[in-house]
């Protein structure tokens, strides 16, 4: 071979084996950029971002995707909406853990959101991300008689192992709920558990079973009270009422007894009452249920009552609840959609939506309006059941949706975001909550199994819309609750979507007042992100360019290896 000819045929290889790099280099490139940038994939999408949760600069493991889709039309999801995504896995993530929070003392107290992420305080955790929880019912549209109204919770409501109210009774059910579980070693549990009360008098052998705990007086009940209520009476006068002095604690945990002693005995059609203490525990009776009350009890009469939290499956596990918190419309179970979708309301609503993938993986994921104000979200009927399959839930259920929709995430200056759709033009007063917690020391046994989450509450919570298979109406809150000043470093809320004059969820209802969001000591406001936080870009564009200075220099490297292989080879063709 002449020396003409070795240089040409050099020259193919190396232009060869330089092209086939190139294309390899350039795909792999592609695909690592995209198996980063897009954890998800929507039709129509217009932005679509994800970024590592971060706190003082170290990587918690929990990720938040944010993506706006706005040309999706008939092939996608449609245009104008927000899908918020916060993603953790406690089983890889031992620092991670899943607290229910809610709004104060009592069931009836209410807030935004974001004013009780930034009361939140436990020694060494903060909230990387919250969302608004379980619907609520206003106690007289159940058919209760009360002297003055209250909100109660669909699903049993657990803070911390104290069980605050049963599920809702057979007398008052409105919708199928179910009950997200967070147990003491971590695991998650999606379920229709509830919650058992028994009465015994000590004195005299009697038991009996009540309907619920902290539930709506429903004619025909028998209800167990204390002050987690509220500090008030709110029964008519045609119940007979039973008052116990807790011996110590009136407080219901799972399945311990609380003792006391009666006190008083009020008869049906008296007229004036106590309100509830701090140590007082009321039985409380109407319509037919009075005769298990009724020459029962005598003042004087020890009595205890334990209240416990069982589910058919999982028995076990919902033994250890440590956190619950509920909502309704079952869209997925074990991998199955729920077939009742289908008798579902077509409209589109705000959504919050709650579950967990095969992997344990938690997401929290919210679909609203954009800044806009247009009021969308998802169709249950057609939409939302294959959205969560999609997007690879394996079990999930809706928290409150509509204009109470409310996410909350931290992002990486220390200041929290609020992601919201105001139908009211103001974030909404709700009533409780699920936070992701990042723990700087966690429990040593705290190393989560199946499916993942640890708690300590605080409180908020959320109601106001409650899509029973086609949604449901109640009232927009009108309490105000107090402001508490947050701890030094606790990171600020800056809200995000600029509030704009929109329809309320019920058509043609007049707005009602609620807490606007907080601007209290610690709690600042920041200019709207217009459906991108401009950090997360320049995180994202950072990760980018370096992984592109690596891809680069791999091609390099390979091209050099290339090339003199290929001499090697023509020198020993010689």
Known sequence: MTNNKKHIYLTKMIAIVFAIVMVLGIFGQSAILDADATRFSFVGEDSNETTNIKLNGKDTGAVYTRVHLGSGGSAGWGANRIINIVEANPKQHPNLSFEVINSGTYLKNAAPLTTEVAKYKENGKTILAAVNGDWMSW???????????????????????????????????????????????????IDKPTVITKISNLTTGKKTTATGLNRAPVANSLNVYNNRLNDSNYVSTDAYEV????????????????????????????????????????????????????????????????????????????????????????????????????????????????????????????????????????????????????????????FDGGGSTTMVTLDNNGKYVERACYSDGKIRDTWNGLALVYDENPAADATPTQDPATPTPTKTATPTKAPTATPTKTPTPTETPSSVPTETLTPTIAPTDEPSSVPTEESGATNTETEQSPTAEGVTSQAPDNDNDNNSNDNNKKDNNTRTIIIIAS???????????TVIIIKKKK
């Open 243 to 398: 008052v116990i002095k807790a011996d110590s604690s009136s407080r219901f945990v799972n399945g311990q007894a609380v003792t006391g002693i009666v006190t008083k005995i009020y008869p049906a059609n008296t007229v004036s009452r106590d309100g509830l203490s701090n140590d007082t525990i009321l039985l409380t009776a109407r319509g037919s249920y009075i005769s298990k009350l009724k020459d029962k009890y005598s003042v004087g009469d020890k009595v205890s009552i334990t209240a416990e939290i069982k589910c058919g499956t999982n028995a076990a596990d919902w033994k250890n609840c440590e956190e619950a918190v509920g909502g309704q419309c079952l869209v997925m179970k074990d991998g199955k959609i729920n077939n009742d979708l289908a008798a579902a309301g077509t409209e589109q609503y705000p959504t919050n939506i709650i579950g967990y993938k095969k992997d344990g993986t938690v997401m929290m994921t919210m679909v609203t309006a954009d800044t806009h104000g247009k009021y969308v979200g998802l169709n249950f009927r057609t939409q939302i059941a294959k959205f969560c399959k999609e997007i690879g839930y394996d079990t999930c259920f809706l």
């Open 139 to 189: 106690s007289n549209s159940l058919g209760a008689e009360v002297t003055s109204n209250y909100r109660v919770t669909f699903s049993p409501l657990v803070l911390d192992g104290e069980i605050w109210c049963s599920q809702m009774t057979s007398a008052e059910q409105l919708a199928d709920y179910y009950t997200l579980c967070i147990t003491k070693d971590n695991k998650i549990l």
């Open 555 to 565: 091609v390099a490297a390979v091209v050099a290896v290339a090339i003199i292989v």
